[in-house]
């Protein structure tokens, strides 16, 4: 008789723990992934009964994620676009907690061979098919390896509006398609030819950042560019925090703009915004 009242006493209590747990489901671009993740880990040491999951796809999937009700939380490093808005109709805030630049990569051997610089004209060239060479821009004598994003992906949708006029252009000299910036760096780095498009939190010894040429002047993808407004491709990064969200759904997009998740902000390598 005891064990049985001990069994039912242990089952009544991780009913009420399992029943006190609270699941938040996160879903979205990649750019904005790595903070949101390391809050989430943070912040579940704070409140061991909240787990929140965090998954890529892009930002489309992560606004579409919201419009559809399949997570609470979207992703996004893009603004949404008027269909988006009507289909969210009203019923969302778009909230921005970090900064960041759109930096144009190249492979380490183009940045070695001379290519440090290149216009936004250059860059469009390069991804109409205009330009096929880096002998042609300065550099080695090598087919340009050029690297397009899918297009749900917010990157490509900044880059697009930036270089090509309008965030849906077509870019007729791309060669290969990415999708995450995981995916899009590794190409990169093992290419001796190759450009594309990645936050300036991805780049590194083997994915280089060249400047971009505005008005005579050499702007590097930085952080501190972004903040005085001189880079050309910058962009906020976004979540999506629905009006009917719960309560604890709200106080972790607090916690992102809080000093603690702000700070996470600046160690990913993205401009905070407190």
Do not use: C
Request: glycine share 8%; net charge neutral.
């Amino acid at each position: 008789m005891m064990k049985h009242i001990i069994f039912m006493a242990l089952a009544a209590t991780f009913s009420l723990q399992a029943q006190a747990t609270e699941r938040i489901s996160v879903v979205g671009s990649t750019t904005v992934l790595p903070v949101v993740s390391q809050a989430a880990e943070a912040h579940h040491r704070l409140h061991p009964d909240v787990v929140i999951t965090v998954s890529g796809g892009g930002s489309g999937v992560g606004i579409a994620s919201i419009i559809q009700g399949t997570a609470q939380l979207g992703m996004a490093s893009r603004e949404t676009s008027p269909e988006e808005q009507s289909k969210l109709d009203g019923k969302v805030d778009n909230i921005v907690i970090a900064s960041d630049a759109v930096a144009v990569v190249v492979s380490k051997a183009v940045y070695e061979s001379g290519i440090h610089q290149l216009s936004l004209e250059q860059i469009a060239d390069i991804y109409r098919g205009k330009v096929r060479n880096w002998k042609d821009l300065g550099g080695v004598d090598a087919r340009i390896l050029v690297i397009d994003k899918e297009a749900s992906r917010g990157t490509r949708h900044v880059f697009a509006k930036a270089v090509l006029g309008s965030a849906h252009a077509r870019a007729a000299g791309a060669s290969i398609i990415s999708g995450s910036n995981n995916e899009e760096q590794m190409i990169v780095s093992r290419s001796d030819s190759a450009i594309g498009m990645l936050s300036n939190a991805w780049l590194n010894d083997k994915v280089r950042g060249v400047d971009i040429i505005v008005n005579g002047k050499s702007i590097a993808p930085t952080i501190d560019h972004v903040l005085d407004g001189s880079y050309p491709i910058a962009r906020g990064l976004h979540v999506l925090l629905p009006h009917a969200s719960t309560q604890a759904t709200k106080d972790f997009v607090r916690f992102l703009l809080s000093e603690q998740g702000q700070k996470i902000v600046q160690e990913v390598g993205y401009l905070p915004v407190q």
